[in-house]
């Protein structure tokens, strides 16, 4: 599905930054179903990073670590122990547990790379907003009939008013999709359950080091 990127001297660097493009997904994620509003651009940069398919490197999935700067924020944050991301914590636990059964379905994640490609390439003639909007619904639409297959599948929690609402739900999906990619992403450059465990400190002092100033 997602072309490997290197790891090298910046290994803990770009697991730093792939962990902060899952925490940047899933708090745009409880923002979304409790507020009814987001980080327009936060959100801009998680649809992009999804349709990254074909990028050399970590940081270039996301289109620099200033575009991620709410992950950073909110990855320190957890690391740190800070029970308001709890739940922000707990969609990217969710995240990290359906990557392990995703990875084992080839069929499913081949599917998904052809039809990222043809979506990415939707709404050219559209003014960015529309073309995003546009997007996310293709790609939502998609995540229903892929990963929301794969059991048990992520609920997500919030106000049904913002719940009900068509464009919400397409981007709530599609954030939980580009948490997925970053969740792989984690995993092709080493990650897993014990180097987060073991490594926290590491990767906390690396996410501080990758703080916009």
């Not at 990875?103 to 998904?112: F, H, K, S, Y």
Request: glycine content about 10%.
């Amino acid at each position: 599905m997602y072309q490997r990127t290197a790891g090298g001297r910046g290994l803990m660097k770009n697991r730093a930054l792939a962990l902060a493009g899952l925490f940047q997904a899933t708090e745009l994620v409880r923002q979304a179903a409790n507020h009814g509003t987001w980080s327009g651009y936060g959100a801009e940069a998680c649809l992009n990073s999804l349709l990254a398919i074909e990028a050399d490197s970590t940081e270039a999935v996301y289109g620099g670590a200033h575009n991620l700067r709410l992950g950073i924020e909110t990855l320190i944050a957890v690391l740190g122990g800070d029970r308001r991301y709890i739940e922000s914590l707990g969609y990217a636990i969710s995240i990290m547990q359906l990557e392990t059964r995703f990875r084992r379905d080839r069929t499913m994640q081949d599917l998904i790379g052809k039809r990222l490609q043809v979506i990415a390439g939707l709404g050219e003639d559209l003014e960015d907003y529309e073309k995003y909007d546009l997007q996310a619904q293709e790609i939502a639409s998609l995540y229903c009939k892929t990963v929301s297959t794969i059991k048990p599948r992520i609920v997500v929690h919030g106000k049904p008013q913002y719940l009900q609402v068509p464009r919400t739900v397409n981007w709530i999906r599609t954030l939980l999709f580009s948490g997925l990619r970053s969740a792989v992403l984690w995993r092709q450059l080493g990650g897993g359950r014990f180097s987060l465990m073991f490594g926290r400190r590491k990767i906390l002092r690396q996410a501080e080091a990758l703080l916009p100033g």
